[in-house]
């Protein structure tokens, strides 16, 4: 599996942004997938996660609230939309395929990762 995340870029606090993540492959709808972020000297982070089916979600407190991640499998794509964007939420930010059904927030559940796309949140 071959993931593309895109949608990045720079916006002022309070803004939005809605990241997408292209998916290869003939099997989308049978795994999880997560969103995580990193700074530079930072591990990177969990953010959300949906499963297969996009019944469940799951999100880091921090973004509780403001985030939101959907997928679409007859398209292979997943999102986070971006809402009240704060400076802290600046990073890279990555898209990754679960090794399961569900989503996790451990990135050792995942074992395939895109390239990231840079969020610049200004104050």
């Known amino acids: 599996v071959q993931l593309q995340a895109s949608g990045g870029g720079l916006v002022q606090a309070g803004g939005s942004l809605r990241l997408s993540c292209a998916a290869s492959g003939r099997t989308f709808g049978s795994y999880g997938m997560g969103w995580f972020c990193q700074t530079p000297g930072k591990k990177r982070e969990f953010v959300a996660a949906i499963a297969a089916s996009g019944g469940s979600t799951y999100y880091a407190d921090s973004v509780k609230g403001r985030f939101t991640i959907s997928r679409d499998n007859a398209k292979n794509m997943v999102y986070l939309q971006m809402n009240s964007l704060k400076p802290e939420d600046t990073a890279v930010y990555y898209c990754?395929?679960?090794?399961?059904?569900?989503?996790?927030?451990?990135?050792?559940?995942?074992?395939?990762w895109g390239q990231g796309t840079l969020v610049t949140v200004s104050s």
């Open positions: 990754a395929k679960s090794r399961f059904y569900s989503g996790s927030s451990y990135p050792t559940a995942y074992d395939a």
